[in-house]
């Protein structure tokens, strides 16, 4: 039999390998700071291989709020985790070009719990990530502003029956 034809085909097929989707086994991480005055002040970029295909677990996570939540010197605390994950068919990236706006990859996470991610194309496997998103923590804003009122047992006892006003008895003549 003549087996080049299928030789043939594996070459050609081997361009195309891009654009089949496949797990997601690496993530970037992006650390946002904003800082007291809500202006951005620093970004930092790390990228992390995923133990589990296509699921950065609980304990990963966490372990990841804690490293990057103090930055030099600096307390900061973590106001929301955004998940940003390419999830195209190979079919849909003509779509996609003409009209993006119907396609909506990113997602805000309500919880801490492990964060699944789609199958994606090789292409725009570098675009998955996790956005942590950190607001500078000052103790001094933390403060309670409102005045404690601290009632005394002497006042407290005076005030705990109503009080009636004696009616006068009035004859009738």
């Known amino acids: ?42 970004v930092k970029e790390d990228e992390i291989v995923l133990i589990k295909e296509n699921c950065l677990s609980k304990g990963e ?19 929301s ?3 940003y994950n390419v999830d195209l068919k190979p079919e849909e ?17 309500k919880e801490l719990k492990d964060i699944y991610f789609y199958e994606t194309i090789p292409i725009f496997e570098d675009l998955n990530s996790i956005f942590l998103i950190y607001y500078e923590y000052n103790k001094k804003l933390k ?14 006892k005076r005030h705990r029956k109503t009080k009636r006003k004696q009616l006068k008895e009035t004859t009738t003549s």
């Open 1 to 42: 039999m003549d087996n080049e034809w299928v030789n043939e085909f594996e070459q050609k097929e081997l361009s195309y390998n891009e654009f089949y989707p496949k797990k997601v086994e690496r993530v970037k991480i992006y650390g946002l700071y904003v800082n007291s005055n809500c202006v951005l002040d620093k």
């Open 93 to 109: 990236i003509k779509k996609y070009l003409y009209d993006f706006d119907k396609y909506g990859f990113i997602d805000s996470m």
């Open 143 to 156: 403060q309670n502003k409102t005045k404690k009122v601290y009632l005394s047992p002497q006042n407290t």
């Open 61 to 79: 996570l966490i372990k990841l709020l804690r490293e990057k939540k103090v930055d030099d010197g600096l307390s900061y605390k973590l106001i």
């Open 81 to 83: 985790i955004l998940k």
